[in-house]
C-alpha cells in the first residue's frame, strides 16, 4: 500500500485539497492506475474533507470511470447510428470472437478490455475504434488482428 500511498500522494499535490478538484483529481487516478481503486477514494475522501458517499456518487455517475480493473488495452467500439450502419457491430463481434470477451468485460490477464460506446462524436468517420484513447476511424475488420496483436491465428503472449 506504500507505493500505492506514493502515487495518491503525487496526484494529491497537483490540486487543491477542495471539492472543487474532484473531477480531475479522479481522472488522474485513474489514468495512473487504470480504474478508481475503493480504497484510493476512500483515502482522497479523507485528504479532501468530503463524504465518501459523494466521491462515490461522482465516479459512479460519469461512464468515464470504472471501479473496476480495466486493462492494458481497452478497446471501444463505437455503435451509434452512422458507426452501426457502416458496420461496428461485425467488428464489435470480431473483437468478442477474437478475446473471448463480451462488451463491457476484462480479460483476466488484464490486457484487453472491450467495450461499445453510443457515440464518440466522429460520425464521418465511422466506423470508429478507440483504442486506449487513441480514435481510429474507417476501422476494418482486417484491422482487429492488429490492434490485438495477433499474428497467424494466435495472440502474442
Known amino acids: 500500500m506504500d507505493n500505492q500511498n506514493n502515487k495518491l500522494e503525487s496526484i494529491l499535490s497537483r490540486y487543491p485539497k477542495e471539492e472543487s478538484s474532484l473531477i480531475m483529481l479522479l481522472q488522474d487516478i485513474q489514468e495512473e492506475y487504470r480504474y478508481l481503486p475503493q480504497e484510493v477514494l476512500i483515502k482522497t475522501a479523507e485528504e479532501l474533507g468530503i463524504p465518501q458517499a459523494k466521491i462515490f456518487g461522482v465516479a459512479t455517475f460519469f461512464k468515464a470511470f470504472s471501479l473496476k480493473p480495466r486493462g492494458k488495452k481497452v478497446i471501444q467500439v463505437c455503435t451509434g447510428t452512422a458507426c452501426h450502419v457502416r458496420g461496428s457491430r461485425l467488428i464489435l463481434e470480431k473483437f468478442e470472437r477474437e478475446t473471448g470477451l463480451k462488451s463491457g468485460q476484462t480479460s483476466k490477464d488484464l490486457a484487453y478490455t472491450l467495450e461499445s460506446v453510443n457515440c464518440v462524436g466522429a460520425c464521418a468517420l465511422?466506423?470508429?475504434?478507440?483504442?486506449?484513447?487513441?480514435?481510429?476511424?474507417?476501422?476494418?475488420?482486417?484491422?482487429?488482428?492488429?490492434v490485438l496483436g495477433i499474428s497467424k491465428g494466435k495472440a502474442d503472449e
Open 126 to 146: 465511422g466506423p470508429v475504434v478507440v483504442v486506449n484513447d487513441e480514435m481510429q476511424g474507417n476501422f476494418t475488420m482486417q484491422k482487429t488482428s492488429k
